[in-house]
Structure formats: structure tokens, C-alpha cells
């Protein structure tokens, strides 16, 4: 993740309306990537991206410039998609996106860019049997590939959690890719 200026937090602390823009604009990928895949629902994403640029501006006053950026609004963004996924109905993987795993795990080009349904189908079908606690540290370590102590900022669970959390999901993805026939023993 691109780090942010301490000087540019400041200027937003300070109300600075430009220097919010280009912290939006570095940011907001990477907040949609992750509210992507947990929320496995794009317009949803969306308005977790919105919600976290609105909370983030909200409350700069109170950002410590000592701690590393890209974890506070994480941390955000991760709150609110677990807000979410609770007020949402479990998402329950549509007929299609078994089908959509397959054809994915039986393409051979490994160059192949995925579009945001057929990742959402992907995350859909392997996330779920996974707790909302396993999804986000599964999410934040493997799809993200942030570390386990900042996953233990971010989410504050501490780092045998993570780690537990993080073994079990693998375990879990593993046994389904392997059901789906993916991946041999």
C-alpha cells in the first residue's frame, strides 16, 4: 500500500479539502479491493468505500501521525464491512458461481484478468463456510497481503487469534478447491 504523506495529514487535519482529495485518490482502491472481497458485492464496496472517506474526514482530528496510515483506514474500512456483512443476510453463493470457480480453475492462462463478478463469484464460493472473523483475516493476510501484527491492528484481535483464524480459513478454502477438484493432495 502507498503510504501518505505526514504533511498531507496534516493539511486534511487542518480542513485542507485538496489534500483530502489526493488521500481519496491514493486510497480508494485499495478500500474497494477489500470491501470487495469481504462484502462480495459491489455496490456495496462502493458505499463502504464512500462511508470510509466520510468517517476517515470526520475524525483526522483525532489520527495520530505517529501510527502508519494505511492501518487506520483499514481498520476503518474493515469495521465497516463487518457492520455490514451483519446487517446483511449471509451471503449465500449463487447456483452460477460453482460453474464460474470451475471454468476459472480449468483456464490455463494465468495472465487472465478477472472482472469484479467473476471475483465475486470466486470469493463468494470460497468464503462460504468461513466465519466473519476467518473472511477478514483471511482477506486482510492472503488477498491483501498485509502482515499479521498490522492484521492485529487493524482488527484488534491478537496474534494467536489471527493466526488461528487465518489456519482455519486456509484449511477450509483448501478443502473446497480440492472438492472442486483444484489442487491434488
Same mark, same amino acid.
Given at each position: ?17 485538496? $489534500?483530502?482529495?489526493? =488521500?481519496?485518490? +491514493?486510497?480508494? @482502491?485499495?478500500?474497494? &479491493?477489500?470491501?470487495?472481497?469481504? *462484502?462480495?458485492?459491489?455496490?456495496? $464496496?462502493?458505499?463502504? =468505500?464512500?462511508? +470510509?472517506?466520510? @468517517?476517515?474526514?470526520? &475524525?483526522?482530528?483525532?489520527y495520530? *501521525?505517529?501510527?502508519p ?8 474500512? +474493515? ?58 483475516v ?42 472442486l ?5
Amino acid at each position: 500500500m502507498q503510504q501518505t504523506d505526514s504533511d498531507i495529514l496534516i493539511r486534511c487535519q487542518h480542513g485542507d479539502k485538496a $489534500a483530502f482529495r489526493s =488521500v481519496v485518490k +491514493t486510497h480508494q @482502491r485499495i478500500v474497494f &479491493s477489500l470491501s470487495l472481497k469481504m *462484502l462480495c458485492d459491489e455496490e456495496e $464496496a462502493k458505499d463502504v =468505500v464512500q462511508e +470510509t472517506f466520510i @468517517r476517515m474526514w470526520q &475524525s483526522i482530528r483525532e489520527y495520530d *501521525l505517529r501510527r502508519p496510515f494505511s492501518t487506520w483506514i483499514y481498520t476503518i474500512a +474493515t469495521r465497516l464491512c463487518l457492520d455490514r456483512l451483519k446487517s446483511m443476510n449471509r451471503i449465500v453463493p449463487l447456483p452460477d458461481d460453482e460453474s464460474v470457480l470451475r471454468q476459472f480453475a480449468a483456464n490455463a492462462d494465468s495472465h487472465r484478468k478477472l472482472e469484479n463478478s467473476e471475483w465475486v463469484a470466486i470469493v463468494r464460493m470460497l468464503s462460504k463456510r468461513l466465519s466473519e472473523k476467518q473472511r477478514l483475516v483471511f482477506t486482510l493476510c492472503q488477498l491483501e497481503g498485509l502482515s499479521s501484527q498490522e492484521v492485529t491492528h487493524i482488527t484488534g484481535m491478537d496474534t494467536k487469534q489471527v493466526k488461528s483464524n487465518l489456519y482455519m480459513a486456509r484449511q477450509t478454502i483448501r478443502k473446497q478447491l480440492k472438492a472442486l477438484g483444484y489442487g491434488q493432495d
